[in-house]
């Protein structure tokens, strides 16, 4: 009977029925104990095998793991005993070597929960296999604290020498810190790498630069690879293409790479969930946010994995419900502890419901897995100053500067943050540093914003207004255009600002900057008017007469500004606006008041409907963040977090808060650190 069973054991294990192996052989095995005179220890020690390892692939793992030790000690036993079975046993079934039994233990401790006893188990391996020291060093990598990144570099060490093609274990080696030469001469000299492959190199150079700030040229190498090479477009290479130019700031391009990459592979969750990101970032938060959680809607929230957890929280923070994106952002931490985008949007989270020390806690605990990403410092900026703890946001400040000396972003928040203090000295060094952001790239719109206000504030605004005017030709941005309105109003331009403020309200008609500065220009300019026709009252008729048609005319225009409603032409009235001329000995102060009420009334009318929704719209949406300490689901622009201050309409969760500029506080007026940072720049 013994030797019947175990035959049906043998075949219903070989024929992959393990649910069925299970039960039979159980009985086997009950049988074996209780007839010692019919057991031997060959018979079994295979029953045993067959039993934990069905119940190992039917992913019973707590009982498979005490069947799988009490089976190691039968094979030391076996050993001893020098038994020839247990050498033919392993060649017929290499899934029963020590090796593989071990990683098979190991593999069980990990999903009960005890990583460290699956450590144990593989650290006791005499002989480990490239799938071992694999698992080894992931393990090694998310849980043992108290190793080294050396000590957590070997396994993946030896992972390369067995198997240099192992991208996975490059990757790591490198963000662990391993420099890029020393990863690509254990790649070049392992023994099984016959012939040098053309792209590697490249690959691993990529992948150097981006652990190591330097992204943009990341990205760079990575197009190269993406342009000369058979790779192209690969959709792993658009991911880490559109992944470092995210990382670098530049959220346009990023978006147009992972959207690529996204369609090549519907489900490729890296590039979706930074998808998700960017479109938050470019101010895409219905339409595009829907479309990429759709797919994953009709699964059972079963088949989750950590990505799919942070694509809920991405949406329901888009959609300014923040309770819940927090529910799903710890789901989603409580899989992948190391899930950055969600530390990130955590941080954000707590940091905008007004809880800093828990958002400093998220922001460290990704600055100990993710030192590249830039957020992280700006997040801790923005909790260090809010917290009012100036030697923390110094740090933070000389840390982004030094971290990131190729990028402007860095340069950008430095002079915004200096900027905004009230030392008088303080404030004049923050034009190095936005000066040194737009040498690396003219075009950086924060830098450039950031830059006007300087501008603005050492009194030359004319060289504000045409450092914005030649940057919004080429790069339109509804905030830009709103600054730029400012400016001319402050200036007097009273029409050109009218021009500005409905290009930003055409672009981005909940603007609330745009409506606020419309509606203003719109009451001075009445005001203007109503004055003129009580200065008018006073004097004569016939001169009464002579001012109204100056108003009304087109052809006369004696004194004043002549406004059509049209948009278009507009434009072109802006620059001709300055030369006014007068008539009759009058002066033509009266007449580019009358004429600017005249232009604000026609584009009121032309444009009631679509600001009084705008309107309504912004309203709404500051009502619905209204559970937030301030709102955080307004569209978070770069340009912003850089270089505006702190305001309830507009909470920049990862930018530096500015404080209020009073006796008590001054953010920067102790000590002078940033000359240190200076000093650099200039050398």
Known sequence: MENVLFANVQNLYDNGLYECTIPVA????????????????????????????????????RIACSQLEAVLKQRKTMWRHKSYHLSDIERSYTQFQDAELRYRIAKCYREMGDNQMAISVLQATKSRTPKLNMLMAKLQLHHARYLTKTEKAAAY????????????????????????SEVHSMVVNASNMSKPIEWLSS???????????????AAKTFQQLNETTLLHHNYHLLTNIGKCLYYYGNFIQAELCLETAARNNV????????????????????????????PIR????????????????????????????????????????RNIEALLLRGKLFGG??????AIQAFRSAQCMAPYRFEIYKGLLACYIRQKRIKEAHNMCALAVRYFSTSPRSYTMFGGTLFHSSNPQVKKSAKKFVEKALQIDEHYAPGIALMAGIFQHEGAAQEAIGLLRKHVTNYPHPKLFAMLAELLSSEKDLDGALHFYMKALRMEPTFRRALDGFDALTKVARSANAATATANAAANKPSET?????????????????????TSSSSSSNQNANNVTSSGGQSSGSGMNTSAASTASTATTTTAATSGSASATATTTTTASGTMATPCGTPNHEWLLDCEEMSNDALELSSPAVAQEDGDFDTFSDDPFWQDIDVDITN
């Not at 060490?157 to 963000?175: F, G, H, Q």
């Not at 690959?203 to 040229?217: D, N, R, S, T, V």
């Not at 002579?546 to 049209?566: F, K, P, R």
């Open 353 to 358: 419901l007004g809880n800093n020390e828990e």
């Open 203 to 217: 690959w691993i150079k990529a992948h150097a630069q981006m652990y190591g700030c330097k992204h943009l040229e």
């Open 298 to 337: 009709t699964r059972s929230t079963g088949e989750f994995k950590s990505p799919h957890w942070f694509l809920l929280a991405q949406l329901a923070y888009a959609n300014s419900k923040y309770e819940r994106a927090l529910t799903y952002t710890d789901r989603a931490l409580d899989i992948d502890p």
């Open 267 to 294: 489900y490729n969750m890296n590039a979706i969930c930074l998808l998700a990101v960017v479109y938050e970032y470019n101010g895409k938060k219905n339409v595009e946010q829907e479309t990429l959680i759709a």
């Open 546 to 566: 002579s001012a109204a048609s100056c108003v009304s005319g087109s052809g006369s225009g004696s004194g004043n500004i002549s406004v059509t409603a049209s």
């Open 26 to 61: 159980s009985l086997l095995a009950t049988v074996l104990k209780n007839d010692r005179n019919v057991a031997t220890l060959e018979m079994e020690y295979q029953t045993m095998l067959y039993l934990s390892s069905a119940n190992y692939k039917e992913r019973n793992y």
């Open 157 to 180: 060490k030896d992972v390369l020498r067995d198997c240099p093609m192992s991208l996975t274990a490059i990757e790591a080696l490198i963000e662990l810190g391993i420099e890029g």
